[in-house]
């Protein structure tokens, strides 16, 4: 089998042919396999060989002669396997038809490998067990059942990496024991490729039914089987193969873009180029061959009855994969077995699916039993994707002027891959208001820029957040964002500063006498960490605990509170902070990551009786993907859990939940875990940063402690949300405004149409408005200062009133408090000083900011003639005689003169203040309203293909001329690149 995320193959027509015994239930009807197995070194029988159709359960061994036989319910193409340890297997690939009977004489050949083997397995190095960890990942896959599925004497198996290509190969089968679905499965590894995008294996298997301990058991495996076969290609192959896919909840869609193999897709499912078809009228089939085959296009396939926890699209969260097809077409079963895995490849949910969630050939579903949603699996289900703002700033600390430089960031908040092209709202602001907002346009996944510090702003912390329309679906506080501090000419803004103390119960909750384990962080209002002391009273006066944070201002103590009486922390300053609430019974979670570097030791406390002691779940996942999951029923008091590290995969902030029977959380805990071997260079302090609220990471000698304190004290990135589909993923900045009458009335139902303008960019649109006037553009990308036109469409009013909103920005950014990195006194002072010599300085020594004339919409004009007031009582057609051997003026319009005064043929193209004109309009005008009029011999008009050259009438700022037409011209800033 092979899979990967993208590819796509050339089209193909078939003729479709209308056979009257095509269904035929031939799988009713057994087929038998009989023959003999001799030595071809001896000529001698061989007992004891293992006669099977490879991927499925049927199967059988030689007698002491050798002989054997094989009944089978099945027909079509199959795959007849004889292996035995120390001899080179055997495999023919034959076509069954119904009742039949198959005689094989076999040999088999000694293999020399064997023995050489034999001496080397059992001595594997760490470098063989670090890539023998990649490879279970690979090969088992990721899911719950390969959680629980454990291959036996793995020592057998070469592993190498070459190239980014792990490797892996097999002289022997081995033996994988699947505890989730009850099989026992004799594997012959043959090949097995691996990278971080795509993978392929080949192999024979055996299955072999395990024997359940009771009928409780049998029915959760007959229910896991089931659920992994819904959704599978299996599934969908053999609904396709019985013209059921519909009914069976696929849906099918066909790429319209037939120019290119490359899958590409946007963000909302509703808005790519997808053609649906059903699938059941585009497969043939080939009796003679008992197959079905399914011609070369690029299908993408949907599973109507489950969720994927990684959802594809923002508008869409179901199973959804990629089917690639190589060559002219791909056959399989009626039972939906591929003849060939090699022609096939499938990305997105059906990829995930390996050994692990593989079923014999031969299973059979059973339809009794419905698939376990995944809406049932608690907390990850309702997991929509999420982005990561990383926000990295020159310095922390700016004196008035300074120049501000930043970089942002945006990654997959899963795979921490970048996203291709975004718009990202950067503002700056303090805790009272804001005073920059800025869209940026993001491609690549980063981008750099710059923030000039006003000589007039006030002194302060400050924060830059960022986020996109589609952040505004999550919790603001998990936006990017990161503070720094404004120096100004004034030094007692330093001084008494405030301290904040927090408290955080490491379950989320206070319960009563049972350990809880209670974080503590001290930071200035300002957000500078502070070190502090005092302790904990109870109601009366008792002390219970010290209370101390470090100079990094974070600490942690253990209190088992009697009861439910309030508790209060009282300060060395003298200050008191009240502890959270306590709760009379329930749960507490305790996590130790630092105890024991090989073990994650989980403690769960309870306070509850006997009769109160229920199942529950035990998950970890790491940024939504499930990396560990049990059930947890408590016998005690004290349930404990040990979960080896190197059986937890993946790097970054792990969450551990507990969820009751209705999968409602009840505990939540995070830790930190590296897969890698040295954890100090695996960290990324951004990455890190990004998974906690209010979290700043300052170097440190001890990671893995100063982690476990920032852990403790912070709140996580939650990973489950409902829904988000009501804000749309933005592709450019929309123009929206409102156009009134001169009476004030609105003008309803009125076309608008626009022009936007900037250096590089002329984009043109259309609009209506609605019954309250407003109106609103479909989203375009234009860059810097950008001049843009208005004019509603209306012959029944004149002098229109239009308004237009060039904020961009959607919403005003929380303010939230942030930690900043300390500043000494000593640097304070200095930023001080140079904040006063920069406030001394008059303004009038800055470069004045001159701004583009996009009335003239060219570098230079050929000629000018500015108009005075002597001529002011001309019409145009008078001024235009000025010009005279430059253009001719007609009926028609205005051409040039060339050499030789000539009258060409050549029309010059006409604009007043740069907007194109009729020549009609054009001759109303009189000098009266005309500033200049522009001639431009080599200027060519977009979508004017048959002028060349252009004169353009530049009208005086008083001019009424616009306003009658209902038209007006703004001035505004567009996206940064």
Request: charged share 20%.
């Amino acid at each position: 089998m092979r899979n990967q995320t993208h590819g796509a193959r050339n089209q193909v027509r078939f003729v479709f042919l209308a056979l009257v015994f095509l269904w035929l239930p031939f799988s009713n009807i057994a087929q038998t396999l009989t023959g003999n197995i001799i030595d071809d070194a001896t000529n001698q029988p061989l007992p004891f060989v293992n006669v099977f159709i490879s991927n499925t359960t049927k199967g059988t061994q030689t007698d002491v002669k050798g002989n054997f036989s094989l009944r089978i319910q099945t027909s079509g193409y199959v795959k007849v396997v004889a292996s035995m340890v120390g001899f080179k297997s055997f495999e023919q690939e034959v076509v069954l038809r119904p009742d039949e009977t198959r005689r094989f004489s076999i040999r088999l050949q000694p293999d020399t490998r064997f023995l050489a083997e034999v001496k080397v397995a059992g001595k594997r190095d760490k470098q063989w067990k670090r890539l023998y960890k990649d490879f279970q990942r690979e090969f088992l896959g990721r899911t719950k059942n390969a959680r629980n599925c454990e291959i036996k004497d793995p020592y057998f198996i070469d592993l190498s990496r070459k190239k980014q290509v792990l490797h892996a190969t097999s002289s022997r089968p081995f033996e994988i024991h699947n505890k989730s679905l009850g099989y026992d499965i004799e594997y012959q590894l043959e090949q097995f490729n691996a990278t971080t995008t795509t993978y392929e294996f080949s192999g024979k298997l055996l299955y072999r039914e395990m024997t359940a301990k009771n009928d409780a058991q049998q029915k959760e495996w007959e229910l896991a089987r089931n659920d992994a076969y819904r959704g599978s290609i299996y599934h969908f192959l053999r609904a396709v193969a019985h013209k059921k896919s519909q009914s069976e909840g696929f849906r099918v869609y066909l790429d319209t873009d037939t120019t290119t193999q490359r899958i590409s897709r946007n963000r909302y499912f509703r808005n790519n180029r997808l053609l649906e078809i059903n699938p059941d009228t585009l497969a043939y089939t080939d009796v003679a061959l008992q197959r079905v085959i399914l011609p070369n296009r690029k299908y993408e396939i949907h599973y109507l009855h489950r969720r994927d926890p990684q959802s594809w699209y923002f508008d869409l969260n179901r199973e959804v994969t990629w089917l690639t097809i190589k060559g002219a077409a791909f056959a399989f079963s009626y039972d939906g077995i591929p003849e060939n895995s090699y022609q096939f490849e499938t990305g997105g949910s059906m990829s995930k699916k390996r050994i692990a969630d593989l079923l014999p050939n031969d299973y059979q579903p059973n339809d009794s039993l419905s698939s376990t949603l995944l809406e049932q699996a608690g907390l990850i289900p309702h997991f929509q994707k999420q982005e990561k703002f990383l926000l990295q700033l020159s310095q922390s600390h700016f004196a008035l002027g300074d120049t501000l430089r930043y970089q942002v960031e945006v990654i997959d908040a899963t795979s921490h891959q970048f996203i291709p092209q975004t718009i990202v709202y950067l503002a700056i602001r303090n805790e009272n208001n804001v005073v920059w907002q800025q869209p940026l346009w993001i491609e690549n996944g980063r981008l750099s820029g710059h923030w000039v510090v006003p000589d007039s702003l006030q002194g302060g912390t400050y924060q830059l957040i960022a986020y996109n329309n589609w952040a505004r679906h999550f919790d603001e506080r998990f936006w990017g964002r990161t503070s720094f501090q404004v120096i100004d000419a004034s030094v007692s803004s330093a001084q008494n500063d405030s301290i904040s103390v927090a408290f955080f119960p490491e379950s989320g909750h206070l319960i009563a006498e049972l350990p809880n384990r209670v974080g503590v962080r001290s930071f200035t209002k300002s957000g500078a960490p502070v070190a502090v002391d005092g302790w904990v009273l109870n109601a009366t006066n008792d002390t219970l605990m010290t209370v101390k944070t470090n100079g990094q201002g974070y600490g942690n103590f253990f209190i088992m509170p009697p009861s439910t009486q309030p508790l209060r922390a009282k300060l060395s300053n003298g200050n008191e902070v009240s502890l959270p609430a306590i709760r009379p019974k329930g749960y507490v979670v305790n996590v130790d990551v630092l105890r024991d570097t090989a073990t994650v030791i989980i403690k769960i406390y309870n306070n509850l009786s006997a009769q109160e002691w229920k199942p529950m779940r035990l998950l970890i996942h790491l940024r939504g993907q499930i990396v560990y999951e049990a059930i947890a029923t408590p016998k005690g008091n004290l349930t404990t859990a040990r979960i080896a590290k190197e059986d937890l995969e993946g790097t970054g902030v792990m969450q551990v939940t507990l969820l009751d029977a209705l999968n409602n959380p009840i505990a939540n805990r995070a830790f930190y875990h590296s897969s890698d071997e040295d954890d100090d260079a695996s960290f990324h302090s951004q990455l890190f940063e990004s998974e906690l609220s209010a979290c700043y990471f300052a170097t440190t000698t001890n990671l893995a402690r100063t982690l476990d304190a920032l852990l403790l004290t912070h709140e996580v990135r939650p990973y489950s949300s409902s829904d988000a589909t009501v804000l749309e993923y933005e592709s450019g900045l929309t123009l929206r405004g409102i156009i009134k009458q001169p009476n004030g009335r609105p003008v309803a139902n009125s076309p608008v149409i626009g022009l936007v303008q900037s250096d590089s960019t002329a984009l043109h649109f259309q609009a209506s408005t609605d019954a309250e006037g407003n109106f609103a553009s479909t989203p375009m990308l234009f860059f810097g200062e950008t001049n843009i036109t208005i004019q509603a469409q209306s012959d029944k009013i004149k002098n229109a009133s239009i308004a237009l909103d060039t904020r961009w920005t959607p919403i005003v950014p929380q303010w939230f408090w942030h930690p900043v990195q300390h500043l000494s006194s000593s640097k304070r002072d200095s930023l001080a000083q140079v904040s006063r010599q920069r406030h001394a300085v008059p303004t009038t020594t800055q470069a004045p900011n001159v701004s583009k004339d996009f009335r003239r919409p060219y570098l230079k004009a050929d000629s000018t003639l500015v108009i005075d007031k002597s001529d002011h009582a001309f019409p145009l057609l008078r001024l235009l005689g000025e010009f005279h051997g430059q253009i001719k003026p007609k009926t028609d319009g205005v051409y040039w003169i060339e050499k030789g005064e000539k009258v060409s043929t050549r029309k010059a193209f006409l604009s007043i203040d740069g907007l194109p004109t009729s020549w009609e309009s054009l001759q109303a005008l009189s000098g009266q309203e005309i500033e200049a009029i522009d001639i431009i011999r080599h200027f060519q008009a977009s979508n004017e293909p048959t002028t060349e050259g252009m004169l353009n009438v530049i009208l005086k700022p008083n001019s009424r001329f616009w306003t009658e037409q209902n038209l007006k011209r703004f001035k505004a800033n567009g996206l940064i690149k």
